[in-house]
T-cell receptor
């Protein structure tokens, strides 16, 4: 069945460091891919998305590129801030299914 | 902007009580979902609904039921709350757009059963 695998956390970085959170997926067909972010005590927010191979999603300085050849959708940011501390979830959606398939989430901690 | 609201941010109930968690969305979305989130276990789907009065079990439906009498409202019911149902409960609704489903979440309800 479909699945999403994320790197385990927590990931701890200093402010202004470069961020990569790895996400790989297994799915039939051509899923859409998402990154969601959950700030402490809140629900999930859609951060960015990509619908086809080589699409790049971007928002708030974060980027992720849909790589079909490596079945990956890694999240990157060039310079993180303390306010980026949150849990990040990778997910996929197939057009024939209401449900999203979720990764386990990666906790990011940014130290000043 | 899509708005998904949940009736309570924090709730404390006693073992054996009947608990209602309410979720309302204002964007006429067909699909609505209830998840629970626990440390180390990620998001787990309890139930979802793809239309009024229609529901399907998710991965962990035991101990829960749901109700969807109106399109905008999806309720999660704990018939007899137990301590192992202490958790964060997240409601979501989804939109079909550009050939995919996108989910939008409420702020969550942190339920403690004592």
């Amino acid at each position: 069945g479909d699945s999403v695998t994320q790197m385990e956390g927590p990931v701890t970085l200093s402010e202004e460091a470069f961020l990569t959170i790895n996400c790989t997926y297994t799915a039939t067909g051509y899923p859409s891919l998402f990154w969601y972010v959950q700030y402490p005590g809140e629900g999930l927010q859609l951060l960015l998305k990509a619908t086809k191979a080589d699409d790049k999603g971007s928002n708030k300085g974060f980027e992720a590129t849909y790589r079909k050849e490596t079945t990956s959708f890694h999240l990157e940011k060039g310079s993180v801030q303390v306010s980026d501390s949150a849990v990040y979830f990778c997910a996929l959606s197939r057009s024939d299914n209401y449900q999203l398939i979720w990764g386990a989430g990666t906790k990011l901690i940014i130290k000043p | 902007d899509v708005k998904v609201t949940q009736s309570s941010r924090y709730l404390v109930k006693r073992t054996g009580e009947k608990v209602f968690l309410e979720c309302v969305q204002d964007m006429d979305h067909e699909n609505m979902f209830w998840y629970r989130q626990d440390p180390g276990l990620g998001l787990r789907l309890i139930y979802f609904s793809y239309d009024v009065k229609m529901k399907e079990k998710g991965d962990i439906p035991e101990g829960y039921s749901v109700s969807r009498e109106k399109k905008e409202r999806f309720s999660l019911i704990l018939e007899s709350a137990s301590t192992n149902q202490t958790s964060m409960y997240l409601c979501a609704s989804s939109l079909w757009t550009g050939g995919r489903y996108e989910q939008y979440f409420g702020p969550g309800t942190r339920l403690t059963v004592t």
